[in-house]
């Protein structure tokens, strides 16, 4: 995987997703370190947006998959992981802010009381799924059909 984020069509979700990824982290890391109550709302700030703006993604994402699915085969496995829907390298680059998101919240739970970080990865799977309905690759219905 580059260093550099690619330059894709939607690239503004897979910045954002970067960059949430970073705040959660950065959030997390300084929460661990102290109790301090401005951190502490800090941290709740910073999951309860990644938290809610992967739900607004998913939905976004869900809505626009369920249009494209009139004339092409949307499955979820392509939808949510994008297999077979995405170049490898925007795959390798979503999910793995994804996983990165999954393995902060899970070392948030030892590290952060209270682990509001459990919260954030919510944001990973609501931009795949926003890049996903706009922008990912779908075969055609095989009737040929709208439904």
Known sequence: MSPRLPDIEGRPL???DA????????????????????VQVLNL?????????GC?????GFLKAVGRSRT???DLAALFYLTGSAPQEVRR???????AQI????????LTDP?????????????????AGGHATFPPRSDGSPN
């Open 56 to 60: 607004v993604g998913f939905t976004v």
């Open 14 to 16: 897979l910045v954002a």
């Open 115 to 131: 682990p509001f970080a459990v919260m954030a990865p919510v944001w990973g799977i609501g931009v795949i799924t926003w890049w």
């Open 93 to 99: 680059w979503f999910l793995g802010l994804w996983f």
């Open 72 to 74: 092409e085969t949307v």
């Open 19 to 38: 960059v949430g990824t970073v705040a959660l982290a950065l959030v997390t890391v300084i929460s661990a370190v102290t109790a301090a109550d401005a």
């Open 45 to 53: 700030a910073v999951a309860g947006v990644l938290f809610l703006g």
């Open 103 to 110: 393995a902060i919240a899970a070392l948030a739970i030892p």
